[in-house]
């Protein structure tokens, strides 16, 4: 929270126009707007992994299952002229299983979580390119480039997506045991077990909405630039992924969640590209920054690392 | 034989049906060089996964290193091309800056207590995003030595080995003596077996840890160096994604994931079912994807393996 507050005023005081609002064509731009366009594909993913890192899990496989799913729509559109209900319908019924299959490794085969998903990613890259045949498909279809490029409220499309999927995860996870089940299980597994939890159940499911997220992800980018590229769809998101989840508080040990602070923790990592990019740094030194922020963010978690601070700054930091 | 040769054992059979239906599909197959060709295509993938078995038998993980080769090979590439440095001095340069760096996450995981997965993500970047600062372009090294020792090679009979090769088999070497043959390696399995039982033994778990990473950080840097004689060139964004290879290799060699169990050779003969996949789906004339896609299913099938293996042993204790 105070890291994007800390950039925005950075922002303000040094990038012109970054907050100034306009309404073009009926809908609103800028900077501001674009920022939240852009993070929509991620703030989707950091949605999923925030359940599977409040079980103690980790997804690996969702940059590989978004490649998938773009594949599949952009296929459908080229080779098969789907209607439009079944080029969204099927990309994410194949995420959704995707996401199961990872659910059954770690819950049922009792797979440690990075290797389990390590295995879709690894192949699921290879398996999206086997969908497009190895090429970048293009094509011009209206009304599916309305998910990446239309707008509604006056707001692109997008943000009112990811609108919609916070809602959704939160009145399930908070109006219903869910949440709780969740929490409990990345507490103590075994306690939750013995407490009559059905823990299998529990994480299988959390794994597919994982995956569903990925899905829905995915089809974003594809919709957007009208093409699907397999090899480069999605590559590294699972990073920024994690990387939200941990910004917004989410603890990689689990136990605990906050939906609303991983989509801050997305936006934090697109207000710091998109501000990297408008103050004309080149653009290889976002990586270098994202860095130095994953750095700062893991110590100020750490207890050590706190002791330490507060033992060099005597009363003060205690 | 204990049960945990077993994984090891698994690898080594997979090795000898792939080699056998291929030998038996492609006469060619059977020719010593395309043998040679296993270890020399996957040299620097092989030198960096054994750095990584140690982490993985430590229970750790390393992300970092695919970035850590592509920051090396560049940097090895400019110093030599642009700056005018000797190529010895250059290759120095670069293991010494591997090196600190891996030994820089080590002290984070060390003293600070963070996850291991979070802390070399941090050095992915870092490391990635340096390589690019560096130079975004890919960099040829026209240097007249360092040209004679990439074309240099060995006649060993029929196999014509070269000189990547022999770093690479000297890594595996080292990591072998490293692991079976001293107290750091007696640390390492303690540490992946059992992180408290090994502080209550007095076992050096601190300093353990960060020499791992260090040593990881070294074989990664290295690897960029065996970049840099493989394709006579550097690129920040060579080795996308090795990391993930190289954990595929480590596992796929019977080390088990969750650390205490495993053997630096059995990642070598993990890397040799990466180049003999690699070398088959060529002789198939299928494309190269279909690799990834043979790894993740061989991925799935050792970790079953070990998974089947486990349990029973998890029962008794």
């Given at each position: ?82 209607p439009l209900a079944v080029i969204i319908a099927v990309p994410l019924l194949v995420a959704l299983v995707c996401g199961i299959w990872n659910g059954i490794l770690v819950a049922v085969a009792e797979i440690q979580p990075i290797v389990a998903t390590l295995i879709l990613m690894v192949a699921g890259r290879g398996i999206a390119q ?189 | ?299 799935l099938f050792f970790v079953l393996i070990q998974k089947v293996l486990a349990r029973p042993a998890a029962r008794t204790s």
């Open positions: 929270m105070i890291a994007l507050a800390l950039l925005l005023l950075f922002n303000l005081a040094f990038t012109p126009g970054f907050f100034s609002v306009q309404i073009k064509d009926g809908h609103y731009y800028g900077s501001l707007i674009d920022v939240l366009n852009r993070a929509a594909p991620v703030m989707l993913l950091a949605l999923g992994m925030t359940l599977v890192i409040a079980t103690k899990g980790v997804d690996l496989s969702v940059g590989a299952v978004m490649a998938i799913s773009g594949a599949l729509a952009a296929q459908l559109i080229v080779r098969y002229h789907s086997l969908i497009t045949n190895g090429l970048i498909l293009t094509f011009d279809d209206r009304a599916f480039q309305f998910i990446g490029q239309g707008h509604l409220f006056r707001l692109p499309f997008t943000v009112t997506l990811v609108g919609l999927a916070l809602l959704l995860t939160a009145v399930v996870t908070r109006r219903t045991a869910l949440g709780l089940f969740i929490e409990s299980l990345g507490n103590n597994e075994a306690a939750s077990r013995y407490a009559g939890l059905r823990t299998t159940a529990v994480k299988i499911s959390v794994y597919a909405f994982c995956g569903l997220c990925a899905g829905l992800a995915g089809l974003i980018p594809v919709s957007d630039i009208q093409g699907a590229d397999s090899n480069n769809a999605g590559l590294y998101l699972e990073m920024d992924a994690i990387l939200a989840v941990v910004l917004g508080g989410t603890s990689l040990n689990g136990g605990r969640f906050y939906l609303v602070g991983s989509l801050i923790g997305a936006l934090i990592i697109q207000t710091l590209t998109t501000t990297i990019l408008s103050r004309g740094v080149p653009s290889q030194m976002t990586l270098v920054v994202k860095a130095i922020v994953v750095l700062i963010v893991c110590l100020v978690q750490s207890a050590e690392f706190r002791a330490t601070v507060a033992r060099v700054f005597g009363r003060e930091a205690s | 034989m204990s049960q945990h040769h077993i994984p090891l054992l698994a690898t080594m059979v997979v090795f000898a049906l792939l080699y056998i239906i291929a030998a038996a599909q492609f006469p060619a197959f059977r020719r010593p060089a395309i043998f040679g060709n296993f270890f020399s295509d996957n040299a620097f993938l092989g030198v960096a996964a054994v750095g990584m078995t140690f982490v993985i038998l430590s229970g750790g993980i390393d992300l970092s290193v695919g970035a850590i080769v592509g920051m090396t090979s560049i940097l090895v590439a400019v110093l030599i091309q642009n700056r005018h440095f000797s190529p010895l001095l250059a290759v120095a340069v670069a293991l010494v800056i591997g090196t600190t760096l891996g030994a820089g996450m080590g002290a984070v995981i060390r003293y600070f207590k963070l996850p291991p997965f979070l802390v070399t993500l941090a050095g992915m970047f870092l490391a990635r995003g340096s390589g690019f600062l560096i130079s975004v372009e890919s960099v040829p090294i026209k240097d007249a030595s360092y040209a004679r020792l990439s074309e240099w090679s060995l006649s060993l009979g029929p196999v014509d080995v070269p000189a990547t090769t022999f770093i690479f088999v000297a890594v595996l070497l080292l990591g072998i003596a490293l692991a079976h043959g001293t107290k750091f390696g007696r640390n390492v399995y303690a540490l992946g077996g059992d992180d408290d039982a090994a502080n209550l033994m007095g076992l050096p778990v601190g300093p353990t840890r960060l020499r791992i990473y260090a040593f990881s950080g070294f074989c990664s840097a290295l690897a960029g160096v065996v970049y840099t004689i493989y394709s006579a060139s550097g690129n920040a964004s060579a080795a996308n994604g090795l990391e993930l290879d190289a954990i595929a290799s480590v596992v796929i060699g019977g080390t088990l994931l969750t650390g205490g169990v495993g053997y630096v050779a059995g990642t070598l003969m993990g890397v040799l079912i990466f180049g003999i996949i690699q070398t088959y789906i060529t002789f198939l004339n299928l494309s190269s994807w279909w690799t990834k896609i043979a790894v993740g299913v061989l991925l």
